[in-house]
Each structure stands twice: as structure tokens, then as C-alpha cells.
């Protein structure tokens, strides 16, 4: 049996699926799908790839098409002939120049990476001493 911690599956272009998708590690779609897209793991949306349906993973690079909320854990990679029409919920984004992206976003990185309190402390402004002439 192949080890499964690699395990990498396409759907190639000329596949087309109505229904729920599970995978456990990474998956390559190239085709039509219609329906939820649930894994813990890897998924990467083909260039000529159109999608419809909610998509749960723990990362996400779309190239094609995308109608529906993407929610991942980690990052969400829209590239430069992306198209995304639905909202987002992602620890981290990257929006190539040339995407397209019609929605909501909530980009919340890990909370022990970054101290908002921290960053937004201002500084005391100091005030010009004018003197008297």
C-alpha cells in the first residue's frame, strides 16, 4: 500500500462530480465539481477548474473558479486567473494581481504571532513649545 502521508489525488478536466468531497492530504481538481468540499487537508483549484459548493480545508491555491464560502485554517492563495465569488475566513491571504474576488473576507492570524494591543499602542504626541517673543 502507498504511504498515505504523501497521497496526492487529481480530478483531471474531463471529470465532473455532484456531491460531497472528502479527502484526507492533498487534492488537485482540474474538473467541475458541484457540491461541499471538506478535508484536513491540501486543496488546489486548477486554472481551468470551476467549483461550486462550500470548501473546508486547512489551506487552499485556487487557479479557476470559485463559487462559494471558502473557510480554511491556514492560507487561502487566490492566483492571478483566480475567481472567487463567495466569502472567506482564512488565518492568512494572498490575492495575486489580476484575481478576482466578489465577497466577504476575515483574515484572523493565530493569535501568538501577532500582538494587536502591542501594534496599536501610540505614541505620546509631543506638542511644539511655541516661545514668547
Not at 465569488?85 to 488565518?91: N, S, T
Request: proline letters at 5%; a neutral charge.
Amino acid at each position: 500500500m502507498a504511504d498515505l502521508t504523501s497521497a496526492k489525488n487529481h480530478l483531471s478536466a474531463d471529470v465532473e462530480i455532484k456531491g460531497s468531497i472528502k479527502f484526507q492530504n492533498e487534492l488537485t481538481i482540474d474538473g467541475k465539481v458541484e457540491g461541499e468540499i471538506t478535508s484536513p487537508g491540501v486543496l488546489i483549484i486548477g486554472e481551468n477548474s470551476e467549483v461550486r459548493g462550500e470548501i473546508k480545508t486547512k489551506s487552499i491555491t485556487v487557479h479557476g473558479k470559485v463559487q462559494g464560502n471558502i473557510t480554511v485554517e491556514e492560507r487561502c492563495e487566490l492566483k492571478g486567473r483566480a475567481q472567487l465569488i463567495g466569502d472567506l475566513k482564512a488565518a492568512r491571504l494572498v490575492i495575486e494581481e489580476g484575481a478576482t474576488f466578489v465577497g466577504k473576507s476575515e483574515v484572523s492570524p493565530n493569535r501568538g504571532s501577532i500582538k494587536p494591543e502591542a501594534a496599536r499602542t501610540p505614541e505620546p504626541v509631543k506638542q511644539p513649545s511655541i516661545l514668547g517673543r
